[in-house]
């Protein structure tokens, strides 16, 4: 019917190759996929996927084994635990998780798509290796030993950043 609104469905996976993302938060060298299930009718889009991305790099930290849930619509992109399902009551949500100098990294993201996109970031790091962080971003021989853990949450908008957080 060509008078009818135009509707669709998708069950698709996105393989990446040192992609890059820019939203507010540049991330690059995104490798591995994105799986994405929606519909989309009469200009309204939701879409439910899973991340699956074995690393990316954000300025000069690598993140690998990115592994989590992610959810859009028209106006925003939400990722890890407040992209769950509300129905999964009595659920833990899963939070978007990846590994960084042999650490733990938890996150949860939310992107307000939009004339000004704004992004929330919320973050908990646990049992990252301080002398591997040193021997990567710190030039001369260091003698830093331990675990490093802490957590930190930032928001801004495309071309600033506020952040707030404890270590």
């Known amino acids: 019917e060509p008078t009818s609104p135009l509707k669709a469905n998708w069950d698709v996976?996105?393989?990446?190759?040192?992609?890059?993302?820019?939203?507010?938060?540049?991330?690059?060298?995104?490798?591995?996929?994105?799986?994405?299930m929606g519909e989309s009718e009469d200009g309204r889009v939701r879409s439910r996927g899973e991340v699956a991305l074995d690393s990316l790099t954000y300025k000069n930290l690598q993140v690998t084994e990115i592994l989590g849930p992610m959810w859009f619509d028209n106006g925003r992109?939400?990722?890890?635990?407040?992209?769950?399902?509300?129905?999964n009551v009595g659920k833990v949500p899963r939070r978007l998780?990846?590994?960084?100098?042999?650490?733990?990294?938890m996150g949860d993201c939310q992107i307000t798509l939009g004339p000004q996109?704004?992004?929330?970031?919320a973050a908990s790091l646990t049992d990252a290796k301080?002398?591997?962080?040193?021997?990567?971003?710190m030039p001369g021989k260091q003698k830093l030993n331990g675990k490093?853990?802490?957590n930190v949450q930032f928001q801004g908008e495309a071309g600033g950043l506020h952040e707030g957080g404890e270590l």
């Open 77 to 87: 992109v939400l990722f890890g635990a407040w992209a769950e399902p509300k129905a």
């Open 97 to 105: 998780t990846g590994k960084i100098f042999g650490g733990l990294l």
């Open 148 to 150: 490093v853990a802490g």
């Open 130 to 137: 301080l002398a591997q962080f040193a021997r990567e971003n």
């Open 13 to 36: 996976k996105l393989n990446m190759q040192q992609a890059m993302v820019d939203c507010g938060v540049r991330l690059e060298n995104l490798c591995g996929s994105i799986r994405l």
């Open 117 to 121: 996109t704004k992004y929330l970031v």
